[in-house]
């Protein structure tokens, strides 16, 4: 059984800076890929960005880019999502999700397994 479990989300002013964390639960973490999602009030869920087992970081199109870095220790089963100068539309519940197929890392239906999600919110 894989389990995912984020942390490190927290109440943040605009501005600042959060890094989450996603531990993943599996000998065979390092041929994952690891996407990291949002989901605010009434909204859909959001494609943030996403590690490949070749090392490969992708973004999400959306306003994030370019503010938030995802990284990857094999060694620890870890993936990190450091998020800086951050805004109120950043608040939502951040979630990570895992499955084997090295594809469309952005749709959410395809990742077998998820974190119960970490709760981030930026005050103005």
């Known amino acids: 059984q894989v389990q995912l479990v984020e942390s490190g989300g927290d109440l943040v002013q605009a501005g600042g800076s959060l890094r989450l964390s996603c531990a993943v639960s599996?000998?065979?973490?390092?041929?994952?890929?690891v996407g990291w999602f949002r989901q605010a009030p009434e909204k859909e869920r959001e494609f943030v960005g996403a590690s490949f087992r070749s090392g490969t970081i992708t973004y999400g199109a959306g306003a994030v880019k370019g503010r938030f870095t995802i990284s990857r220790d094999n060694a620890k089963n870890t993936v990190y999502l450091q998020m800086d100068d951050l805004k109120p539309e950043d608040t939502a519940v951040y979630y990570c999700?895992?499955?084997?197929?090295?594809?469309?890392?952005?749709?959410?239906?395809?990742?077998?397994?998820w974190g119960q999600g970490t709760q981030v919110t930026v005050s103005s």
């Open positions: 999700a895992a499955k084997t197929a090295q594809y469309d890392a952005a749709v959410p239906s395809g990742y077998l397994y």
């Open positions: 599996s000998r065979t973490f390092s041929s994952y890929v």
